[in-house]
């Protein structure tokens, strides 16, 4: 199903000096690349592995993920499942952590994550994007089924394909223990099209708020003002809106990666606005100043209905809704949608609240844990 597509400008828009090549990946038959980089890779749940040492004779599925990606985290309770079926087989999952988002390079931020989202299996931290590159990844999330011989059997980009690769990882285990056998009760459940808008409805794309990727990728901005990277901007709110992307009102630095907001407020007055199709709506946001701050949220200029919270909106004495925010991750604001059209308005109090972007569920995708 649909992977989230990174495009090769998108490592000169973050300043990384790398470069993200624009090819196939690495196809089945391909001998899979090891876990190496000009600098020591810092491991979470593992001391360092190697699949010419730890992990020889094993078969592998190296997992490409970012743990703000929602397109990321509804893959985990199918790979959680397969992982506790199959590791007492000898099959072990990797997964190589690409970051989006700035505040994602810090491997304290991934180990942060990792535990959030209950992830048993060991993760690298790859925020140089070498194993990135040497698998010719290009997309969150992308996995690669190693077979025990170290050639890669399959490639998936995106989301889905489960039954198919639960089929493989038991024929690869079956090649190197003839013998296995695996216990009745353990059905594969079949894939479904999880995807389909007449089946479970349409979404709004996902939308970046920083000038990098807002301006380039998936993202405008309502505003006459406009992008201004770099510089600290007055937004005027507008009555225009975009097909796709956002408004602002108040005092908002342009980040490459955020809109930041510039001043305290001791009432929610500033704010980040979107229109939205969808069941649910996640925002990415992080904290550049302070241990905590509040982000209210109105749905259709009032408070989130209690039937539309997502599981991190609270509501204040006043009746106000709110977030509060403590790390960089993503945010679950709305849930249990209707299908209609309705806007989000993120308003923070405090200086330093970063949003980041925006992303949606349609009602289909829904059985995963918030975490």
Not at 40 to 49: D, E, H, Q
Not at 72 to 77: F, K, M, N, V, Y
Not at 165 to 194: C, G, H, M, Q, Y
Request: glycine letters at 8%; one cysteine or more; aromatic letters at 12%.
């Amino acid at each position: 199903m649909v992977p989230k597509r990174i495009p090769a400008i998108f490592a000169l828009l973050l300043g990384l000096f790398v470069t993200v090549p624009a090819l196939a990946e690495l196809t089945p038959g391909t001998p899979a690349p090891d876990f190496v980089g000009k600098r020591a890779k810092v491991w979470v749940n593992s001391g360092p592995l190697s699949l010419h040492k730890e992990l020889k004779g094993k078969v592998v599925l190296v997992d490409f993920w970012e743990y703000t990606c929602i397109n990321c985290i509804r893959t985990l309770p199918a790979l959680k499942r397969i992982y506790e079926r199959y590791k007492p087989y000898g099959f072990e999952i990797v997964g190589a952590h690409a970051p989006e988002f700035d505040f994602a390079y810090r491997p304290e931020n991934v180990t942060m994550g990792t535990k959030r989202q209950h992830i048993p299996w060991p993760v690298v931290v790859d925020s140089d994007f070498s194993i990135w590159r040497s698998y010719d990844s290009n997309s969150w999330p992308n996995k690669f089924l190693i077979g025990a011989n170290g050639i890669i059997v399959r490639q998936h980009a995106g989301e889905g394909g489960y039954a198919e690769l639960e089929r493989l990882i038991r024929d690869e285990i079956k090649k190197t223990n003839p013998k296995a056998v695996f216990p009745a009760s353990w059905v594969i459940p079949p894939d479904t099209n999880d995807f389909d808008p007449t089946r479970c409805g349409a979404t709004s794309e996902e939308t970046y708020v920083g000038t990098a990727r807002g301006a380039n990728w998936g993202g405008a901005i309502a505003n006459r003002e406009g992008f201004q990277p770099g510089k600290t901007v007055s937004y005027v709110s507008m009555a225009t809106t975009v097909p796709r992307g956002f408004s602002a009102h108040g005092l908002w630095k342009n980040d490459p990666d955020d809109f930041e907001h510039a001043r305290a407020t001791p009432l929610p007055k500033d704010y980040i606005g979107i229109k939205y199709r969808g069941a649910e709506v996640y925002v990415v946001m992080n904290l550049k100043k302070g241990a905590s701050a509040r982000v209210y949220l109105t749905r259709d200029g009032k408070a989130v209905p209690a039937t539309n919270r997502g599981v991190d909106v609270q509501v204040d004495p006043r009746g106000r809704t709110f977030i509060d925010l403590r790390e960089g991750r993503m945010y679950y604001a709305i849930q249990g949608e209707d299908m209609g059209a309705h806007e989000l308005r993120l308003s923070p109090t405090d200086e330093g609240v970063a949003i980041n972007s925006f992303t949606f569920g349609n009602r289909c995708l829904t059985k995963f844990d918030r975490l």
